[in-house]
């Protein structure tokens, strides 16, 4: 299956796509493409991010540099497989990166600057999607 997102419409023109905490003292960027952006439903990104999903933009893990805050990022390992990033000043999300793909990260879409305008073309865990959302 090909995914085909508009990749020119969310890079800058470093061919990146950029993001910060909410307090400003972790910056990162990571290279393009995007493999494919998700909202998570399982109860574990429920808990992390305080909301219905988290949602990720799934990109290679050696293109993503901390640029500024390194001493900032804070990770969890929320199951054997899993490691969530976040900002240990204002508790953003960062990222999430499974042990089991290390060539893969994927970044927070509420972090990047500026927005995602790519489309989500994955939900998953929907049997955990809570049900004040919307359901298809």
Known sequence: MTILIDQESMMSDSGELHGSCLCGGIRYRAALPVLHASHCYCT???KQHGAGAGSYANVAS???VIEQGADL???YASSDEGRRGFCRVCGSNIFWRSTRAPDRIA??????EPEYAGHVERELYTDTKPAWLPHA
């Open 44 to 46: 574990m990104c429920q």
């Open 62 to 64: 050696a293109g993503f």
């Open 73 to 75: 990022v804070t990770e």
């Open 107 to 112: 970044v927070t879409l509420g972090t990047l």
